[in-house]
Each structure stands twice: as structure tokens, then as C-alpha cells.
């Protein structure tokens, strides 16, 4: 594997090299971190594909730059649906109030309760909008998990289980 800097067209792109890649792979990451990962493959092939997706590339970076990350004070305040919430709304009631019974000092006590929080807020959210598709797609399922997850979410499996 080697990893090298490529400038083109006032983009700054790192270039990954793997060996045992079959395809290439463009992505920008939040931060606008270009990242091209390839086979072992010719500079002019390189060249080529930036010049093909610079339009893209071009486009998620205009993404990236008009949605800033949003940030949140954890003691103050919490995130739903893309919007910031006072801890002492009512949409954050029940977080507020177990909230109350903890040390707060210790953050990974007060970010358990923000996943039990998330967690126990997608179930009501959730299931019900599951039923309502479920029936009219007339699709059935034997069981919804709520699971901690960064990438795979959303997923069934053949016995019927929502992830």
C-alpha cells in the first residue's frame, strides 16, 4: 500500500494505492478530504477518472461546505432530526430527567443516556412508521433491533429481522 498527495485542479487529493483493490473508489469525507483509492494502475488512468468525476467530486464538496456540522453542548442540549433542541423542551423531557439522577461529571455516564434516550425515541418513531409500510407494501417482518451502529442500518434478514 502507498499513500501519496496528487494536486489536481486546485483539488487536493490523496491517493491510496492497494494492490488487492479491483476497482477505484472515490470519497469526500466531511471534513473535504478527498480520498482516491485504486489498484496498482497508471498515472494517465488516474488522470482520467479526476477528469470524468471532477463534477462530483466538485458537488459533494459544495455539499460539504453549505452543511457545516452541527454542534452540540451534551449538558444543554440534544439532536433530533437534524435540529437542536434545549435539554429542557419537550421533545427531551425523559432525557432530562435521567439526566438529573446522574453524575454528569463522568461523560460516559451522561452518553449512555443519550443512546438509551435515541434509542427508546427511534422505537416510537420507527416501529409505528414500520407497521404503516409494512401493511401497505404487504410486506411482513418478525422482529425490529435497535442497534448502536455507524454504517449498517437498515437491513433484513431472511428471517424476517429489522436492523
Not at 36 to 58: A, C, G
Request: some cysteine; charged content about 25%.
Amino acid at each position: 500500500m502507498s499513500i501519496n498527495e496528487i494536486n489536481f485542479n486546485n483539488l487536493r487529493i490523496i491517493h491510496v494505492c492497494k494492490v488487492n483493490l479491483k476497482n477505484s473508489y472515490i470519497s469526500v469525507k466531511k471534513n473535504g478530504e478527498i480520498t482516491l483509492k485504486t489498484p496498482k494502475v497508471s498515472n494517465d488512468f488516474i488522470q482520467k477518472l479526476l477528469r470524468d468525476r471532477e463534477s462530483w467530486i466538485r458537488k459533494q464538496l459544495n455539499i460539504v461546505e453549505n452543511n457545516p456540522p452541527k454542534s452540540v453542548n451534551i449538558q444543554d442540549e440534544v439532536l433530533l432530526f437534524g435540529e437542536i433542541f434545549s435539554i429542557d423542551s419537550t421533545e427531551a423531557i425523559e432525557l432530562r430527567e435521567a439526566l438529573e439522577k446522574i453524575d454528569i461529571s463522568n461523560i460516559s455516564n451522561v452518553l449512555k443516556n443519550y443512546d438509551k434516550f435515541y434509542k427508546k425515541y427511534a422505537q416510537s418513531y420507527i416501529i409505528p412508521r414500520v407497521e404503516h409500510y409494512s401493511y401497505i407494501m404487504n410486506l411482513s417482518y418478525s422482529e425490529i433491533k435497535f442497534r448502536k451502529m455507524r454504517s449498517r442500518w437498515g437491513s433484513c434478514s431472511s428471517r424476517g429481522v429489522i436492523t
